[in-house]
């Protein structure tokens, strides 16, 4: 296997758990205690129920993708499901989908590095404030966001020789994270403040929603559903690694198994340490976990284990913006984005720097706002997820209905099992796209207001436009797709 492959599916790994595993603690204690509450149900059936779906999914995106690995891939499989007639829409639409949402994700991951920072100041009792609705505590958080944003993507510009080790030492932070908390933390809160019963985590459940109790379970799968998210990764950078039809798509299936199950034991033991729930409601650190770390490692240790969280995600950023970068070059290279030309120009080492350059720039500006208020940037954030949700659905729409008999000679193929499985990952993620677009407090205010539907709209008429604007002989050369119909007719 060749470097960029090892590289690859490294990165697969990375960005899932580590995604996953501080996502989930920020959903269960942080960022809002009446989510912790409401996120409480995940253990018992969402987060199973979610795994299981998700499999099917990467499944029939890997089936895809081994069919056709090439550098943008969801865009470009978005492309040809869409068939003849309506290829050109699919792309155009998922291609803003997929680079809005790979960006966003870049740029809520160093706000994510910035949090953990930034709670020390509550640890140590500093005289500065961390409530986010004061413009002080906003200004020096995005300050902190940038800076780390900076260090993070300034990575993607050096030599790509150098990916491999810094993909080695990411992964090896990630172990020992991992590691440290499956064994260092239970140890330090069974010599603190004990641990939670069995009830508390495998049969308690709270509703502070106002949904009716159904409608509250549903709602839980808006933080699996927002975590499971984007394990089609690997495609984006298969133009880069040797003898892609094959592992490519096994790094989109077993990124996807290994967020899972690495996930699963580490929610519960979250849940098992926890501390009671006044103890919960009463942090104020802007990410609560590194107060819980205080409580149970001491000053010393939980400095530790914060140092290693923000190294973790400093590296994570630096990995997603390999796999932004590619896909925001390929969908510039086929003409989608506005001056496409610049963007996908590469450098002498066949490095994409344009489109680092245009990631860094987006990235920076979505943290700009930070500044207006607390709610504009976690509305943006939250939105993210939507995108990439609602493109599998698009693709497996278009495998199952326009163009059944695509992708039937992959080297990774599911067999008889594809075309059940397209149906079933299709109505998963339209349903998890409901839930994503759904109030999550009831009754439904101004403060409480779901933005997503209107930032996805607004991104999806920047897709028709483009759409409607760029001449159809400037996108898709034909040596692309015209490659793959003519194989694809020599085969028949």
Not at 54 to 64: D, G, N, W
Not at 211 to 234: D, K, R
């Amino acid at each position: 296997m060749s470097s960029r492959s090892l590289l690859r599916r490294r990165h697969s790994y990375n960005f899932y758990h580590r995604g996953w595993c501080w996502r989930t603690s920020r959903l269960l204690v942080g960022g809002g205690h009446s989510k912790a509450k409401h996120s409480l149900t995940i253990h018992r059936s969402s987060y199973v129920i979610t795994c299981v779906f998700v499999f099917i999914t990467a499944a029939v995106l890997a089936e895809v993708c081994s069919a056709l690995p090439a550098a943008g891939s969801i865009y470009f499989w978005a492309a040809e499901s869409g068939g003849r007639r309506y290829g050109r829409l699919f792309g155009f639409i998922v291609a803003w989908w997929s680079t809005t949402a790979w960006t966003t994700f870049v740029a809520s991951n160093c706000q994510a590095a910035a949090n953990f920072l930034l709670s020390e100041i509550t640890v140590f009792g500093l005289n500065f404030p961390t409530d986010p609705t004061d413009i002080r505590f906003r200004a020096v958080q995005w300050i902190v966001s940038e800076a780390i944003l900076f260090l993070a993507i300034g990575m993607n510009y050096m030599d790509p020789k150098t990916y491999k080790t810094i993909f080695r030492v990411a992964v090896g932070i990630i172990l020992l994270d991992f590691v440290l908390n499956m064994v260092w933390l239970p140890i330090a809160v069974s010599r603190s403040y004990g641990f939670q019963d069995a009830k508390y985590v495998f049969t308690q459940t709270f509703n502070e929603t106002g949904a009716p109790p159904v409608w509250n379970w549903m709602l839980s799968f808006y933080v699996t559903a927002g975590i499971l998210v984007g394990f089609e990764a690997s495609g984006h950078i298969s133009e880069e690694t040797q003898n892609a039809s094959v592992v490519a798509a096994r790094g989109i299936w077993w990124s996807a198994v290994a967020s899972a199950l690495i996930g699963f034991p580490l929610v519960i033991l979250f849940l098992f340490c926890l501390p009671n729930l006044d103890t919960l409601y009463s942090l104020g650190a802007p990410q609560p976990f590194v107060e819980i770390y205080a409580l149970t490692l001491g000053q010393g240790g939980h400095v530790f284990m914060n140092v290693i969280c923000i190294i973790g995600l400093i590296f994570n950023t630096t990995v997603a913006g390999v796999a932004s970068s590619r896909l925001i070059w390929a969908v510039a290279r086929d003409g989608v984005l506005p001056f496409s030309g610049w963007i996908s120009q590469v450098s002498a080492k066949k490095e994409p720097r344009n489109a680092i350059i245009v990631m860094h720039v987006v990235a920076s500006l979505l943290l700009c706002t930070i500044l207006a208020s607390p709610v504009a940037f976690t509305s943006l954030v939250s939105a993210a997820g939507v995108p990439t949700i609602t493109a599998y659905a698009l693709i497996a729409f278009g495998r199952f209905f326009l163009t059944p008999r695509k992708f039937q000679h992959s080297p990774w193929s599911l067999g008889k099992w594809s075309r059940p499985f397209t149906f079933i990952a299709l109505v998963w993620n339209l349903y998890l796209a409901a839930v994503l677009f759904s109030p999550l407090y009831f009754p439904v205010t101004g403060s409480t207001f779901n933005y997503s539907p209107v930032i996805f709209a607004a991104i999806t008429l920047f897709g028709l436009l483009t759409y409607w604007l760029t001449p159809e002989e400037q996108w898709l050369p034909a040596a692309r797709l015209g490659k793959v119909h003519q194989l694809e007719a020599e085969y028949e």
